[in-house]
Nanobody
Framework: QVQLVESGGGLVQAGGSLRLSCAASGNILRLNTMGWYRRAPGKERELVASINSGGTTNYADSAKGRFTISRDNAKNTVYLQMNSLKPEDTAVYYC???????????WGQGTQVTVSA
């Protein structure tokens, strides 16, 4: 059983910063990709950023230059540092873990990020 526990969401003013964390527990295979997705009201869930176990990152255009994804492999934890937040970043942010070779795909419960104008 794999569990993902997110933390760090909240309410922040435009221009502010937040840091999200997601800790994975259970039978985690070494080769995996962890990422952050978000779903804004009335919109589809979309990729924000991802990072694989080798450290290769991928960012949505909306996140480039403002967000930084990182991970601690020893702790099976992924972080998302979000700077210069905008009201359009308001969404529920979900952590995702995909183990390579179709060995499992898992989602966290989501954490709310609200950016006020």
């Amino acid at each position: 059983q794999v569990q993902l526990v997110e933390s760090g969401g909240g309410l922040v003013q435009a221009g502010g910063s937040l840091r999200l964390s997601c800790a994975a527990s259970g039978n985690i295979l070494r080769l995996n990709t962890m990422g952050w997705y978000r779903r804004a009201p009335g919109k589809e869930r979309e990729l924000v950023a991802s990072i694989n176990s080798g450290g290769t990152t991928n960012y949505a255009d909306s996140a480039k230059g403002r967000f930084t994804i990182s991970r601690d492999n020893a702790k099976n934890t992924v972080y998302l540092q979000m700077n210069s937040l905008k009201p359009e970043d308001t969404a529920v942010y979900y952590c995702r873990l995909e183990m390579w070779g179709k060995r499992g795909l898992y989602w966290g419960q989501g954490t709310q990020v609200t950016v006020s104008a």
